[in-house]
C-alpha cells in the first residue's frame, strides 16, 4: 500500500478512481460498504482512503476526544490488508480545521485527477466548522462528472453500525456484538515491549503490548488468539489489567502464548479478544497466581 501525508499532486493520483472519505474509526462493517462499495464494488488497486492522522476532535474539543478502536497504525494494517492502493493520512491540526469546503473540493479536484466515483457515510460533513455537506459534495461531483457513492447506514440488530456503539459495546465487555459490527473479531494492534520479567518467573512468559489503540474491554482474562509478525497465529491467554497480584498500578496487555516458544519483542502482533474467562484479582502470592493461570491456559486450550 502506498502512504501519503497531504494531497499533494502525484503521479499516484492519476491510478486512482474511487476515493474513500472519512475518518473511520475501527473500519467497521458500514466503513467497509463505503470503501468497497456495494451492488458495483470498487477494485482496490484504484482505490484511495483519505482520513485523518488525528481525530479531528483532538483539535476541536480535546475534552470530547473519543477512545480509538483503531490507532492509526492498525488503521494502516487493515488497509494493507485490504490491498487499497492508497491511503492519505492528513494531520488535522488548527489550520486544517478552517480550511473552507470549497477550498477542500479544490484539493481533491488537483490530486485526483481521473476520479469516477467518491464515496462517503450518511451524514457525512467536511470542512471549517462541518460547513460542508453530501449536497454540496454532491454538487461538485455533478460539476466534476464524478459518481457519488452515499450508502445508506449498515444496521446490527435493526439499528446503525457506528463507532460510537461499537466503542460503547466494547468498554462494556460485549464483544461478540462489536466483532458482528466490526466484521471481524474485536483486535488490538501493538508492538511487544520488554516487560518486567514475572510472567517467565512464574512459568508462563507473556507478550506485553505497547498500543496506540485506546478503546478496551473491561480489566480481565480472555482466550483469544496472536497473528504475528511472519502470518502464523496462536492461541493466546490475554491479560487486561493491573497486576493487583504484585501491587501494580498502570493498566497493561499481556498475551501468553502457550504452544509458542521464541522471541517477540519489537515484533508488531494483533491480539483477538475471543471469550471473556474471569475477572482480574489480586491473589495471595505468587504460587497461587501461577495456579490460576494453568487453569486460565487450560481454557484457552479447550476453547477451541
Not at 163 to 187: C, E, H, N, V, Y
Not at 287 to 300: F, H, T
Request: hydrophobic residues 35%.
Amino acid at each position: 500500500m502506498n502512504r501519503v501525508d497531504s494531497l499533494s499532486p502525484s503521479p499516484l493520483g492519476n491510478s486512482i478512481r474511487h476515493l474513500a472519505l472519512g475518518f473511520f474509526d475501527g473500519l467497521h462493517l458500514g466503513h467497509q460498504r463505503v470503501i468497497f462499495g456495494g451492488t458495483i464494488p470498487h477494485l482496490p488497486n484504484a482505490t484511495a482512503v483519505l482520513t485523518f492522522r488525528d481525530h479531528p476532535l483532538s483539535i476541536l474539543h480535546p475534552e470530547k476526544h473519543p477512545a480509538l478502536i483503531t490507532g492509526l497504525p492498525h488503521k494502516l494494517r487493515l488497509l494493507d490488508r485490504w490491498q487499497i492502493n492508497l491511503t492519505i493520512a492528513l494531520p488535522f491540526d488548527s489550520e486544517r480545521s478552517q480550511q473552507s469546503p470549497a477550498a477542500f473540493l479544490e484539493e481533491l479536484t488537483l490530486a485526483f485527477p481521473a476520479l469516477q466515483t467518491v464515496s462517503v457515510g450518511p451524514n457525512w460533513r467536511f470542512g471549517n466548522k462541518r460547513s460542508g455537506d453530501v449536497p454540496m459534495l454532491s454538487d461538485w461531483c455533478e460539476q466534476s462528472s464524478i459518481t457519488l457513492d452515499n450508502p445508506a447506514p449498515v444496521l446490527y440488530e435493526g439499528e446503525r453500525i457506528s463507532s460510537s456503539r461499537i466503542r460503547a459495546a466494547i468498554q462494556s465487555g460485549k464483544l461478540t456484538d462489536a466483532s458482528a459490527m466490526l466484521g471481524r473479531p474485536f483486535t488490538i494492534l501493538g508492538r511487544v515491549k520488554t516487560g518486567e520479567g514475572r510472567g517467565h518467573d512464574l512459568g508462563y512468559p507473556t507478550a506485553n503490548l505497547a498500543t496506540e489503540d485506546e478503546c478496551l474491554p473491561p480489566n480481565g482474562v480472555y482466550a483469544g488468539r496472536a497473528c504475528l509478525a511472519d502470518g502464523s497465529f496462536h492461541l493466546a491467554a490475554i491479560n487486561l489489567g493491573t497486576c493487583p497480584t504484585f501491587g501494580g498500578k498502570n493498566r497493561n496487555i499481556e498475551a501468553h502464548l502457550p504452544k509458542f516458544s521464541g522471541q517477540l519483542v519489537g515484533q508488531e502482533i494483533d491480539l483477538e479478544f475471543h471469550r471473556y474467562l474471569r475477572p482480574e484479582k489480586k491473589f495471595p502470592d505468587a504460587r497461587s497466581l501461577s495456579d490460576q493461570i494453568r487453569k486460565d491456559v487450560e481454557a484457552v486450550l479447550t476453547s477451541t
